[in-house]
């Protein structure tokens, strides 16, 4: 699928329009709320930090493109996402290989098109993916964007402002990006970790599964507790790790530390252990967080090669800790 210098376009013109006059349909069914500091967009995976409240005030079903945008209190500054689905085209692949190439191909698309409007760009990455930034002048109004293709979406960020102002805005904008997963299922959501892209479900029980590219991953399993009385968090520090060898069988499993960890007000059991992969070569370090929660067991499992255990200990920390149960 080529990326059509219209759609660019259209993206170039929506972002610049002065907010004032524009009243596209205003969805107020959109899945987004406030928490913390940032929006959770849950149909679109991620939270973002904004001054103002982003609505949807645009859309063409054609091309599944949507645009979500508000203005500052003094309507200095406009602030805007577009999403452009591409799951419809991504589902028409097999395999993984032929899906990832077929993104790659998509942002060249974007990049073409940025050539052939003599538009200047970089190539940064965002939240761990390749992406394009670039400037629009108009005047002494700038025009900001970022755009990269995450969990079958095109996601472009906009700020539109004063030329001294522009970069720090933006800035802070796009950095307050993080990409999260909400369960349609069960309602709970966590964050996903840079770099980690969403992978095809295998397993009754297995509700998520993201993985990079070193085959690092996050793999959350839900289950129905049994009828019979549930065991406790004490219950299952007291299992001798013979039980937990039986119930893993990895190659060359040893199990290094067991204990407690309270995550939104809730008590849970972890143990973490090494095991090579299934390559049978490399020893990856696997963190297990199992909770007990409105009569369901939460397995929280994430894993890296175990010679990235330093750097990503703090990131497994930060994305077991962002874990919230439904009501």
């Not at 219209?6 to 002065?18: D, E, F, G, P, T």
Request: hydrophobic fraction near 30%; aromatic fraction near 16%; charged fraction near 25%.
């Amino acid at each position: 699928m080529k990326i059509k210098a219209a759609l660019l376009v259209s993206i170039l013109l929506i972002s610049c329009q002065n907010g004032k006059n524009t009243n596209h349909n205003l969805d107020a069914q959109v899945s987004t709320k406030k928490q913390g500091d940032k929006q959770f967009f849950q149909d679109y995976f991620f939270k973002i930090d904004c001054p103002c409240r982003l609505k949807k005030e645009y859309k063409n079903s054609k091309i599944s493109y949507k645009v979500y945008r508000c203005s500052s209190t003094d309507s200095e500054t406009i602030y805007s996402f577009s999403i452009t689905d591409l799951k419809e085209k991504l589902n028409e692949y097999k395999d993984n290989t032929a899906k990832e190439d077929f993104k790659k191909s998509a942002l060249k698309d974007y990049e073409s098109e940025l050539k052939s409007n003599n538009i200047n760009y970089t190539k940064p990455y965002i939240y761990g993916f390749k992406g394009l930034e670039y400037l629009i002048p108009k005047g002494e109004i700038y025009n900001k964007q970022a755009v990269f293709i995450s969990n079958g979406f095109v996601y472009t960020f906009n700020v539109t402002s004063g030329k001294k102002k522009i970069d720090s805005l933006f800035s802070k904008y796009i950095n307050s990006f993080e990409l999260y997963h909400k369960s349609q299922k069960y309602g709970y959501s966590i964050q996903i970790p840079e770099g980690y892209n969403r992978q095809k479900i295998i397993g009754a029980n297995v509700d998520l599964k993201y993985v990079n590219k070193h085959g690092g991953s996050v793999i959350m399993v839900v289950k129905k507790a049994p009828n019979a009385k549930a065991p406790t968090i004490e219950d299952l520090l007291l299992l001798p790790d013979s039980f937990w060898l039986k119930r893993f069988p990895y190659p060359e499993m040893k199990i290094i530390k067991k204990g407690k960890v309270f995550v939104d007000n809730t008590n849970g059991f972890f143990f973490t252990y090494i095991a090579k992969g299934s390559d049978q070569k490399i020893f990856y370090f696997y963190h297990n967080y199992i909770f007990l929660k409105n009569g369901y067991i939460y397995t929280l499992t994430t894993s890296c090669q175990k010679s990235q255990v330093s750097d990503m200990r703090p990131l497994f920390f930060k994305v077991s800790h962002s874990l919230k149960f439904p009501d």
